[in-house]
């Protein structure tokens, strides 16, 4: 009996390690899959002028971005490898609101576009490295991140009226928060359960440079 326990307990554990191991796979393989050329405004452009609309756009906005979305899972699987990872989401989302706040006061940060596929690069070179970071690194690497990537957000909501500009805001911290701390529990859970507890994260780490490289060389050559 107490053979088969531990026979079963072993085979609990491995089909555990298996199924946390294939769900990193399978976030960082549909990187992949998506399609960078998908439109970043879920309106097609409109400004919001309702609560709802404002608020479906903030949801929106950072997922069919596709360079916004690799960067948010990026930063949920950085949060899973440091101490004190709910700092590194949370330190994303308010610099984002701070960058969507420059934008509409008519701030210019130079070079958006660049510097936002380039964070994408840089989030996938943090996670390929093999020891642990120091973490005012990633907090202040995501933090400047979050400037460009939340006056980016700023773009579909320039001249709203208070209530859907308000809503757009909600709306976009919420579904960044979602998505990072979902891809942060992940990250921790194959943490725990790989036979080399850093492996899958760095693998991930070098797709999501791989999507990085793509995406620069698509706004060079373009």
Known sequence: MIIFNAITTQSWLTQKRSLSVAGLLLLVGGLFSASPALAHHPFGGETPNTLLAGFLSGIGHPVIGFDHLVFVIA?????ALQPRGLSVPVAFVMTSLAGTGLHLMGFDLPIPEIVITASVFLSGVLLAQKSRLNDLLVVG????AGLFHGYAYGEAIVGAEITPLLAYLVGFSLIQLVIS?????????????????RLPLRFAGFLICGVGIALLNGIIAG
């Open 141 to 144: 690497t995501v933090a400047i």
């Open 75 to 79: 930063v949920g699987l950085l949060a």
């Open 181 to 197: 701390l979902s891809a942060c529990v992940l990250g921790q859970r194959v943490i725990q359960t790989a036979a080399t507890p």
